[in-house]
Structures are given as C-alpha cells and as structure tokens.
C-alpha cells in the first residue's frame, strides 16, 4: 500500500468510531428485528481492548431504512438496544435516518456523523479513527479529517479494499493498528468477548 506516504498515527487517538453493520454486527439488509442482531465474530473482545485502554466508542450509521419506511425509529431503537446488549455500551451514537436524494450531508460519504459523533465527544474529529466495512466509512472518514481502516467483508468491492489508506483482516487486528504506537496496547488473550446486561441505552434514532 501507501505507507511511506501515511501519517505515522503514533498519538494516541482521542476516539474509536465504528461503522455498526457489516463491521460490529453481521449485515442483515435494513433489519428492524432485535433478534437477528448477531456480533461479527471478535467484536466484543475487540471492544474490550478499546474499553480498557480508555478509548471512549461511537457508532457511526448509515440507516436509510428509516427514509424508505423499512425500519421504523422505534424498530431502530430496539435493534440498536440489542447492539449494545450484546456488545456493551457505546459513548455516542450518530445514526443517519436519510437515502441518497435526501442530500444530507450525514449519510456516509459525507462526514456529518463522524463530526457530530466527535463533536458529542468533545475531541477533534482529525483525531477520532473510523473503522468500518466498505469505501463510504473510509470516505467519511477522510472527508472529517479523520483516518479510516477498512476491514474488509466478502461483500467490499476489491477497488474499496485498494483504495483504502489502511486495511485489517478483523477487527482484532483493525483495534492492533488503533493501539500500537499509542502507548496504550493491551493483551489480546484472557479476555472473553462481549459484555452483559448494558442494553437500553440507545438512542440513535435521536
Ligand atoms: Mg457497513
Ligand atoms: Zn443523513
């Protein structure tokens, strides 16, 4: 890729934002239903990793169900619940409700949700890291001035993944990238994935 050319990201970054389908949780095309949400395999260790080492967590979401009347604010809210059920808490969420012609500029690529979820924070979105699963997270993130790691799925295009200024194979290793070099690195092992009993917090319809 192009390292010789990247930042060397050696501070320690002020937020973790991560895109919430295809990258925390399996992808279930416009799911209105608390009981498909199923975490990728991971991602409550690796979230754990990011907790301990102080790094406050966001989610920033593209939900343009909402727009075409698939998914309703309350059926979002219980899914999002369920996120947190399974995955513990998340420090903010920004959600976009919008489709295409709605012409936000929230939904990803534009940078809306990554500004409004560091703006939530309280930290610079330059020194926020966005993970997410196809181009648009990573545009959105270039676009705050934020970096981007793609992680990739079986369904990102092979031209996202060429695109992409940092690519990991899992999440584990996305959150490696995140912590080496800031000082803050904690182990891998010993550390069951997922947290308990946390649900009810969301409000990313709001
Ligand atoms: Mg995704
Ligand atoms: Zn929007």
């Known amino acids: 890729m192009q390292e010789d050319v990247l930042p060397r990201h050696s501070r320690r970054p002020a937020a973790v934002l991560f895109d919430r389908d295809g990258t925390l949780i399996r992808d279930v095309p416009y799911n209105s239903d608390p009981n498909l949400v199923e975490p990728v395999p991971g991602a409550g260790r690796a979230l754990d990793r990011l907790r301990r080492a102080g790094l406050p967590m966001g989610i920033v979401s593209n939900q343009s169900g909402v727009a075409r009347g698939i998914i309703s604010p309350e059926a979002l809210r219980e899914v999002n619940a369920r996120v947190e059920e399974l995955l513990g808490p998340f420090d903010v969420w920004a959600v976009c409700p919008h489709d295409d012609d709605d012409g936000c500029d929230c939904r990803k690529p534009a940078p809306g949700l990554v500004l409004r979820a560091a703006r939530t924070l309280g930290v610079a979105p330059g020194d926020c890291v966005v993970i997410g699963d196809i181009g648009r997270d990573v545009a959105a993130a270039r676009a705050a001035g934020a970096r981007g790691i793609l992680v990739p799925t079986p369904v990102t295009l092979p031209e996202e993944v060429a695109a992409a200024p940092e690519v990991a194979p899992d999440l584990g290793a996305a959150v490696d990238m995140v912590l080496d ?18 649900g009810g917090g969301a409000d990313g319809a709001a």
């Open 181 to 198: 070099g800031a000082g803050v690195g904690t182990p891998r092992e010993g550390d069951e994935g997922g947290l308990a009993g946390q």
